[in-house]
């Protein structure tokens, strides 16, 4: 089997079980606010002690871009977009979807797969989005 590394451990989780995989959101413990990705120290507060917060892994296209010369390790055509989160968050991701698929405001779920290889080949496995079936 291929070597894979899972990237961004702290906020993908991957059940071992079979589960289906979630991404971890970071509440400020002083003031409430949500960060995705996580920080150190919250933004609007300075404190540093944060909740951990599962989230939904639902979502709606609110732009994206199709790279169709896009950066080594990447196959073309690719798409990223920013997905804004029901938990009032918004991310940038890779879209596993044919450009033609694609449009503003559609629903995005959670998948995971390889965003791209590493120096040494390796597949490196993180959060994408997918059309919602
Ligand atoms: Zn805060």
Redesign the pocket.
């Known amino acids: 089997m291929e070597e894979q590394v899972i990237y961004h451990p702290d906020f993908l989780v991957i059940p071992e079980g079979g589960e289906k995989p979630y991404l971890v959101a970071y509440r400020?413990e002083?003031?409430g606010?949500l960060y995705f990705p996580k920080v150190n120290i919250?933004l609007?507060?300075f404190?540093e002690d944060f909740a951990k917060q599962p989230l939904s892994g639902k979502g709606k296209v609110y732009s994206y871009t199709i790279q169709y010369t896009p950066q080594p390790g990447l196959k073309a055509p690719s798409t990223v977009g920013y997905i804004d989160l029901p938990e009032d968050l918004r991310v940038l991701a890779q879209i596993v979807a044919e450009p033609e698929q694609m449009k503003i405001g559609m629903d995005v779920e959670l998948t995971v797969g390889e965003i791209r290889k590493d120096a040494d080949g390796k597949s490196m496995i993180s959060y994408k989005f997918k059309p919602v079936e």
Do not use: D
Request: aromatic share 0%; with cysteine; charged share 10%.
């Open positions: 400020c002083k003031c606010l919250c609007n507060c404190a």
